[in-house]
T-cell receptor, first 113, second 118 residues
Framework: ETGVTQTPRHLVMGMTNKKSLKCEQH?????MYWYKQSAKKPLELMFV???????ENNSVPSRFSPECPNSSHLFLHLHTLQPEDSALYLC????????????FGSGTRLTVV | AQTVTQSQPEMSVQEAETVTLSCTYD???????LFWYKQPPSRQMILVIR??????QNATENRFSVNFQKAAKSFSLKISDSQLGDAAMYFC???????????????FGKGTLLTVNP
């Protein structure tokens, strides 16, 4: 158990579907992150939340919609995705955005068909 | 903007031998953090070692050590006495030490796939 739990572990969805990825941490961290990991590319930061407030939206298309209802939970709502959105989506948390001690989850492997 | 380059897409090492993974980075900042992360098949990114740029002494964690060359902007990872469990993707990452703006994000390299042969 890593401290950061992501569900589901795998997800296959059609381009017209709506689905959500969930991330949960009970480490007492106040910052949470979504990263996208595509094959042959560096990890890309998507969103950052600090104390449930979004502080970074790294030019992510609107078909990705994050939600942070409290400091322990982070969601990534997906709708009308494209095949190129297929990737591993990693969630991470840290004590605060200025603290470099990240804890990562095991990711959700998303396939868009 | 900062960039991180890992020039070795794949490396292999014999069990019990030593291997060095390369990383270079580009930044105009003088103070920052550097990291090596390991991603095994379980997919979770695990912190292996970190280095503060203001420290001249190279960081070590058991069998893992770094060679930090600030002037050359080089940050290599040495794994001694390699074990089968060391097989994974290894990512080099950079983070600014400044707290303003979006400097809190980690910038990653593309990774090096390490194979350990028995």
């Amino acid at each position: 158990e890593t401290g950061v739990t992501q569900t589901p572990r795998h997800l296959v969805m059609g381009m017209t579907n709506k689905k959500s990825l969930k991330c949960e941490q009970h480490l007492g961290h106040n910052a949470m992150y979504w990263y996208k990991q595509s094959a042959k590319k560096p990890l890309e930061l998507m969103f950052v939340y600090s104390l449930e407030e979004r502080v970074e939206n790294n030019s992510v298309p609107s078909r990705f919609s994050p939600e942070c209802p409290n400091s322990s939970h982070l969601f990534l709502h997906l709708h009308t995705l494209q095949p190129e959105d297929s990737a591993l989506y990693l969630c991470a948390s840290s004590r605060s955005v200025v603290n470099y001690g990240y804890t990562f989850g095991s990711g959700t492997r998303l396939t868009v068909v | 903007a900062q960039t991180v380059t890992q020039s070795q897409p794949e490396m292999s090492v014999q069990e019990a031998e030593t291997v060095t993974l390369s990383c270079t980075y580009d930044t105009s900042e003088s103070d920052y953090y550097l990291f090596w992360y390991k991603q095994p098949p379980s997919r979770q990114m695990i912190l292996v070692i970190r280095q503060e740029a203001y420290k001249q002494q190279n960081a070590t964690e058991n069998r893992f050590s770094v060679n930090f060359q600030k002037a050359a902007k080089s940050f290599s990872l040495k794994i001694s006495d390699s074990q089968l469990g060391d097989a994974a993707m290894y990512f080099c990452a950079y983070r600014s030490s400044n707290s303003g703006g979006s400097n809190y994000k980690l910038t990653f390299g593309k990774g090096t796939l390490l194979t350990v042969n028995p």
